[in-house]
């Protein structure tokens, strides 16, 4: 089979995937989020929070909050943005002063380096399928690699979960269609 550029990104993010799942990079997320909502929260006056909880149609509301030290830099090297799982705050996503915080600046840390540590991976996983025109030539040089090759399915190369899912989407809009007319 040959290897088109797309199925070397589905193999190459497959990959290092399962090294560095997602759900491990979603839970130091998920904790950095509940962090900065307690964080948000505390900072906001509680009349202002009552008041919001009234009637929160009256405020400017945001779903995120930025890290920074009680310095005003951020942590990290970047701008660190975390999102609210659970719903928006009477605030304009801008930048709350934090007091020094281990547990979230090793969060971050650990988050900042597993994405790192993806990239590099991937990135290392891409240059050697870049160099295969084939899944047999994959084969022959990385053989840790065949295991992450999408099987065939009905002569197409995609793995059948997208097959199957987009089968199921088209059906799904044709009988929107049908009902909308």
């Known amino acids: 089979m040959k290897l088109t550029k797309t199925l070397k990104e589905t193999i190459a993010r497959d990959m290092a995937q399962s090294f560095y799942p997602p759900e491990a ?9 509940a962090f900065a ?4 929260e505390a900072s906001i006056p509680k009349e202002v929070l009552a008041c919001f909880n009234k009637s929160p149609g ?17 942590y990290g090297t970047d701008s660190v943005t975390v999102y609210f799982s659970g719903g928006n705050l009477p605030c304009d996503g801008s930048y709350f002063s934090f007091p020094e915080n281990v547990e979230a600046t090793r969060l971050w840390e650990l988050r900042k380096k597993m994405q790192e540590a993806f990239h ?11 160099s ?10 990385l053989p840790e690699a065949v295991p992450f090759i999408p099987k065939e399915s009905a002569g197409m190369l995609v793995p059948v979960e997208a097959y199957q899912s987009l089968r199921r989407e088209l059906a799904l ?3 929107e269609n049908k009902e909308s007319k």
């Open 25 to 33: 990079q979603q839970e130091i997320a998920d904790n950095l989020s």
């Open 37 to 40: 909502r307690g964080v948000a």
């Open 58 to 74: 009256y405020f400017r509301t945001d779903n995120d909050v930025k890290f920074a030290n009680s310095n005003g830099s951020v």
């Open 120 to 130: 590099a991976l991937y990135t290392k996983i891409i240059s050697v399928l870049n």
């Open 132 to 141: 295969c025109t084939t899944t047999k030539q994959l084969e022959e040089v």
């Open 173 to 175: 809009m044709a009988q």
